[in-house]
């Protein structure tokens, strides 16, 4: 009987102890990140007193699982935020806003135009030029600098992540050594490994599981496996051959490499990567589409006037090279493709990337891709054999807006890609190809004269210029007109007229004439003259205008008011103005600054309660703590008191025996 209360007593002893232990861990780690609380179970014997089961940790699975995903998907925003705001803060001042410059250049242009006989004012316009210029070298600068920034972080942060991995798996290490040697589990190497898989979900959002040993692995949200129990993998960065700006991430198992999908990687890896992917690269096209659109509506313009120096307008703008990517085995190919914006088609340039195929012998193909790298649209099919070439060898894609020349077609093989996109980077590139203020094409191209033998009070005036190159109008590459080119309109009656070149042959005849504006239009010329006029009112029988290159006014603004006049037309895409298109960017940078900051704030505040709940079952609590300190402390007393009743009634057994 006393034998049996014996160990009744001890029983109890070493339970209270192993008790009174796990609250001192407990108390002592109260501060301790990630430290999990810890409870010695027990059983009742059947043979009297009680069994120490083990001490175990306090963790629901599930809940660290959801904290470490309100983890992963707060630092993405968070990763996203702290980036977006940076340019929401730059693009909202004033001072580099792009449609100050562009106000101010426009200024400059209308008051050159009061007096386009004064160097001083086109000397300040082409100054106001040169700045717009700048300024599109600056904003585009803001958006590499950052894309910069981000290379930075995405290797400083995989060298982290790689770390954390595998200190992961040298813990699977050491906790299967551990517990193979001993009955209790490694509580505390399971503590370091959570703390572990959380720092790890504010890079990615991983998924955590356990095998039958209790080791832990680590997968990413699409399956794609970092820790394999005692084997892990490294993530790395890879440059992308046919678009160097996009980011590969690579999953390196040793021997070989298998490519990772950058959608949905969550944590503030995945926020850096989809910044990179879709505001930067949608704000780097879409500065580029503006200074295409800007840059290619005034050269047009700009070569349908003379400049002071009485010469044909030239380019004020030169755009960048439009790079084409191809992979590393065709880089020597990809030299041989040149591409670039046709002449007054920026209106039909987008934000896309193509993507050219041979698929026959004298056919290609181009594809068009989406800013999300989908597959958009209807191939245009290109037949090189009934593609009319200009004098540089360039075909005219008329749907894109490009010009496209292939230097050697025989070169290029059935299975080569060849990707291009003509907006990446084309306002960083931007330069002025104007040297001076002289270079302002101001002045019409032409001069109309009203014979003063003229028997109406009718006058001919200079309606549109629309085309002054050599290949496909009435001008020559000197300035002149052609010979065969319109000279001079003769009114065979009110309602009648004739067009005849420099010789004075008839090259068309117009009856039954009520409207008198475009005149060469009417007759069939416009288009292929380049140019048409008009007269103010009725003529008379035997009225003769003419119009010629010699004697143009120095002081006409003729082309000088139709460049202003670009600053309220719809040029860019087509759809809306230089200072409409680029507010509208502004816009859309503040609305995006805004959803990201609010998904931030509300992901935060599920995060945070997320660990509320797991500090509620895992976290230390003093009280607790304080009042099972307390009772192990009494039931160890009373315990000892069982030994000393035992130890008593062996005496006094022993007494009697004597």
Excluded: C, W
């Excluded at 929401?88 to 008051?111: H, R």
């Amino acid at each position: 009987m006393s034998s049996n209360l014996y160990s009744v007593g001890l029983s109890g002893l070493m339970s209270s102890n192993a008790r009174i232990n796990t609250t001192g861990q407990n108390t002592t780690n109260v501060d301790t990140e990630g430290y999990s609380r810890q409870r010695t179970d027990t059983v009742s014997s059947p043979v009297g007193g009680v069994v120490i089961r083990d001490t175990s940790r306090l963790v629901d699975n599930f809940v660290s699982q959801q904290v470490r995903t309100d983890t992963s998907k707060h630092s993405y925003y968070d990763a996203y935020l702290s980036m977006i705001s940076t340019s929401d803060s730059l693009l909202a001042e004033d001072s580099i806003s792009l449609n100050t410059y562009l106000n101010n250049a426009f200024d400059a242009l209308q008051t050159a135009n009061n007096d386009p006989t004064s160097a001083s004012l086109r000397a300040l316009t082409y100054s106001s030029l040169e700045n717009l210029v700048q300024q599109y070298k600056v904003l585009s600068s803001i958006v590499s600098d950052q894309e910069g920034l981000i290379d930075e972080q995405l290797g400083s942060s995989l060298d982290d992540l790689n770390a954390i991995t595998s200190e992961i798996s040298n813990l699977n290490k050491a906790i299967l050594k551990n517990e193979s040697f001993s009955i209790s589990p490694a509580n505390e190497l399971r503590d370091q490994q959570e703390v572990l898989a959380k720092k790890l979900s504010e890079y990615l959002d991983v998924k955590i599981q356990y095998n039958d040993d209790g080791l832990m692995s680590v997968q990413l949200a699409n399956g794609q496996p970092l820790v394999m129990d005692k084997n892990t993998t490294e993530l790395v960065v890879r440059p992308n051959a046919l678009d160097p700006k996009k980011v590969d991430l690579m999953v390196n198992f040793g021997d070989y490499e298998v490519g990772l999908k950058t959608e949905n990687l969550g944590g503030s890896l995945g926020g850096l990567i989809d910044y990179r992917s879709e505001f930067s690269t949608y704000s780097d096209r879409t500065l580029g589409q503006h200074a295409i659109s800007m840059a290619d509506a005034m050269n047009t313009q700009n070569k349908k006037g003379v400049d002071a120096n009485g010469q044909l307008g030239q380019n004020l703008f030169t755009l960048g090279e439009i790079k084409v990517f191809s992979s590393i085995d065709n880089l020597d190919k990809a030299e041989n493709i040149s591409v670039k914006v046709a002449d007054g088609q920026s209106s039909k340039v987008s934000m896309d990337t193509f993507e050219l195929t041979r698929t026959d012998d004298d056919y290609f193909v181009i594809k068009t891709i989406d800013m999300n790298g989908k597959y958009i649209g209807q191939p245009i099919t290109l037949d090189l054999d009934n593609l009319p070439k200009d004098s540089n060898g360039y075909f005219n894609i008329a749907e894109l807006g490009l010009d496209l020349r292939l230097s050697d077609i025989d070169d290029i093989d059935y299975d080569d890609i060849f990707r291009f996109t003509p907006t990446e980077g084309a306002a960083l590139n931007l330069s002025m190809f104007a040297k001076n203020g002289e270079a302002l094409a101001l002045g019409a191209p032409l001069a109309v004269n009203t014979s003063s033998n003229n028997l109406s009070d009718a006058r001919i005036s200079l309606s549109t210029v629309t085309n002054t190159n050599p290949n496909s109008s009435a001008f020559a590459s000197d300035g002149s007109l052609y010979p065969s080119a319109p000279h001079q309109i003769y009114f065979t009656s009110p309602s009648s007229y004739v067009v005849r070149d420099a010789s004075g042959v008839e090259i068309a005849s117009v009856k039954n004439v009520t409207q008198y504006t475009r005149l060469l239009e009417q007759a069939g010329l416009a288009e292929e003259a380049g140019f048409d006029v008009s007269v103010s009112s009725k003529p008379k029988r035997g009225d003769e205008f003419t119009i010629s290159t010699e004697n143009l006014g120095v002081s006409d603004n003729f082309n000088g008011l139709a460049l202003a006049a670009l600053q309220t037309k719809d040029i860019v895409a087509g759809k809306a103005t230089l200072m409409k298109a680029f507010s509208g960017y502004i816009s859309y940078v503040g609305s995006k600054t805004a959803e990201v900051e609010g998904h931030a704030d509300a992901t935060r505040i599920v995060m945070e309660e997320s660990v509320a709940r797991r500090d509620r079952l895992s976290a230390v609590s003093l009280d607790e703590e304080a009042v099972n300190l307390l009772k192990y402390q009494q039931s160890y007393s009373a315990s000892a008191q069982v030994v000393t009743a035992a130890r008593t009634t062996f005496e006094t057994l022993l007494g009697i025996m004597r």
